[in-house]
């Protein structure tokens, strides 16, 4: 899975997690080459590799066993983890969005990875349970509708789209759009806090957090909700409900294209030519987690823009670990934290591969991009809760 062996880095992933749906056991060799996979030897494998135009070396036992011994010499920053267990995937998304509106649900698609659709009913009739990794869609669980207020409000698609959501309040028993996504946010949350593993990107990320911090608070205006915004609301923001951020301030404008100061779009100063984050190195003997997060063949990504960028160093949470920054503009791209038993890693911007995504913009074509190092850590996470739990010494 280095930068110069792997032909299609993307489809690598959907090569091992094909395997463990085999039942079969793989070592995910956490910074040897990139972050390789090692497999059994199998004919079969071997076969689907070269169908799907992933890169591959045979090894003789002795070679595995010198490998496995290098890597796990304490004088080596790598460790070898057994991926066991081939996880159940959802994703949070309106049945009637393509795949192409989402970057997670293009690099499932194109890695051959499966996933089920699940929505607002779903989550509320408590299906989560049912999955061991559910990914957030670009939504708003703010009930503000994107925030598109400004410049979309005639068109005919955000006309359609805000009917959508409040015929479907409705139907589910809310009085409004708002007070529906607070109790899908809920059901999230306790989906984590009971042992779930839950990503997100873009908009869905601060809206997510903002809702549960807003959670009996009105913060939706008349032409969200059809009533006004609660006098002094900001002052009953509660940041001890969020998951990741803190200390931050609503966005009041209904015409402002912004949730929070979250976000770092309008405060960022950086041209597209050096728009790069790092991604952070790690111990892998001793934080297999972060290590597995952050596994790419360069430390250095491309930076991408999205209705939620990245998100400002001042407003996360002290327990919340930074996976990739750009120090230059005190910006953090990429970040990981526990909740009760469970996981969340949200990732800044919409499309790794398509810069100034925009509403009604072509699809990204990864045929184009199969060794895209921005996608590589949507699809690290994907087999993040396939591994093995360590013993915790005591």
């Not at 670009?138 to 994107?146: A, L, N, R, S, V």
């Not at 074509?365 to 996470?381: A, F, Q, T, V």
């Amino acid at each position: 899975m280095d930068a110069e062996s792997q032909r299609n880095h993307l489809k690598a992933y959907g090569i091992t997690y094909w395997t463990l749906g085999k039942n079969t056991k793989v070592k995910w060799l956490l910074n040897y080459r990139g972050g390789s996979f090692l497999l059994p030897d199998a004919e079969e494998i071997r076969k689907e590799c070269t169908v799907r135009g992933v890169s591959y070396e045979v090894l003789s036992q002795v070679e595995a066993e010198q490998i496995l011994s290098e890597i796990s010499s304490p004088s080596q920053n790598m460790e070898a983890v057994i991926l066991e267990k081939v996880p159940k995937i959802a994703v949070y998304s309106p049945k009637s969005k393509q795949p192409w509106d989402d970057a997670v649900t293009m690099v499932l698609t194109f890695a051959e990875i499966p996933y089920d659709i699940v929505y607002d009913k779903e989550v509320l009739e408590d299906n989560l349970i049912l999955y061991d990794w559910l990914h957030l869609h670009h939504e708003d669980f703010t009930g503000q509708y994107g925030k598109f207020y400004g410049t979309y409000r005639a068109t005919p698609w955000y006309i359609r789209e805000k009917a959508n959501a409040e015929k479907l309040a409705s139907e589910l028993g809310y009085d409004k759009v708002s007070e529906e996504k607070l109790a899908v946010a809920l059901k999230i949350r306790d989906y984590v806090i009971g042992g779930g593993f839950m990503f997100a990107m873009c908009s869905a990320t601060d809206s997510f957090e903002i809702a549960l911090a807003a959670e009996g608070v009105d913060i939706c205006e008349a032409m969200f909700d059809g009533d006004p915004s609660e006098p002094g609301y900001q002052s009953k923001i509660d940041y001890n409900k969020t998951f990741a951020f803190t200390n931050f301030t609503l966005e009041r404008s209904p015409t402002v294209y912004e949730f929070s100061t979250i976000d770092m779009t309008r405060k960022r100063r950086i041209p597209e030519t050096t728009d790069y984050f790092t991604l952070m190195d790690f111990s892998a003997k001793w934080d297999p987690i972060p290590t597995m997060l952050c596994q790419n063949h360069t430390a250095l990504v491309k930076g991408f823009l999205g209705q939620t960028t990245a998100y400002d160093h001042r407003e996360i949470k002290s327990n919340v670990l930074i996976l990739g920054e750009n120090r230059t503009n005190n910006e953090a791209r990429y970040i990981h934290g526990i909740k009760g038993k469970g996981f969340f890693t949200f990732y800044g911007g919409h499309d790794p591969e398509d810069y100034r995504h925009r509403v009604g913009d072509p699809k990204t074509e990864l045929e184009l991009h199969p060794n895209s190092p921005g996608y590589r850590l949507i699809l690290n996470n994907i087999l993040f809760p396939a591994a093995k739990k360590k013993k915790q010494k005591t």
